[in-house]
C-alpha cells in the first residue's frame, strides 16, 4: 500500500487560513493518504461485519465559507452514502486522530439503533476497553472515556440517541497527535485493526446482525 503514516505536516493543514488554500492542501496531502487507508481497511471491515464495505473519502463539497476543521475517509455497506447508515471512520482533527464507529443524525433508522443498543446494555458496557471513548456530536472533537462513564450514563447517551432529532453517537478510539506521527506504519495499521475489532459488535447490534 502507498500509505506511509501521517506526519506533522499533515495535522498543520488544519491552521491554513481560508477555504481555498486549506481544501487544497487537504486534496494533496492528507486525502491520498485516507484513499489508501480506504482500500487497506474495506476487506477487513467486509469480513468483520458480513456487509460489503465501501470507501467514502470526505469532500467538504458543500462549504462555501469556512475551512474544514476535520478530515476523514468513511466506510459503509452502500456505494453511493455513509451517512445515512451505521458507518466507521478514521480521521484527522488538528490536535488527534479518531477511529470511530458512528449513528450520526441523517440516519433514519436511529431510534431502532438506539432501542437495540439499550437492549444490548450490559454487553457494550463490559466490552467497550475503558480508554476508547464515546462521542454525541461528531463535529466537535470533545469526547468522553468509556472508563469514567457509569452504566446509566451510557443509558442516557443512547436513550439520547432514540428520541432527540439531531442526536448522534459515536463509539472508538483517540491517538494524540503527537503519538501518530511517532507510529511506525505497521503498528498504526496495526492499532487501526484492534479498534476496529473492538467497535465492529455495535455495528452487528445497531442492524441485528448476529
Known sequence: ??????????????????????????????????????????????????????????????RTINPPKD?????????????MLP?????????????????????????????????KINKIYKEIPKDFVWSLDHTKPESVLHGELSKEDLKGMFDRLENIKKAEILCGYEIKRDDVVNLSTEDFLQQVEQVFNKVAPLYKIALNIK
Do not use: C
Request: charged share 25%.
Open 1 to 62: 500500500m502507498d500509505f506511509k503514516g501521517f506526519n506533522n505536516e499533515d495535522f498543520d493543514v488544519f491552521q491554513i487560513d481560508g477555504l481555498e488554500a486549506r481544501m487544497e492542501a487537504l486534496k494533496e496531502r492528507i486525502r491520498p493518504k485516507l484513499e489508501s487507508l480506504g482500500h487497506h481497511f474495506a476487506p477487513t471491515l467486509t469480513t468483520l461485519t458480513g456487509d460489503e464495505m465501501h470507501v467514502h473519502v470526505a469532500k467538504h463539497a458543500r
Open 71 to 83: 478530515t476523514w475517509v468513511a466506510f459503509a455497506d452502500n456505494p453511493r452514502g455513509y451517512k
Open 87 to 119: 458507518h466507521f471512520q478514521i480521521g484527522l482533527w488538528n490536535t488527534h486522530l479518531f477511529i470511530w464507529f458512528a449513528v450520526i443524525y441523517e440516519a433514519p433508522h436511529k431510534q431502532e439503533f438506539a432501542a437495540r443498543f439499550t437492549k
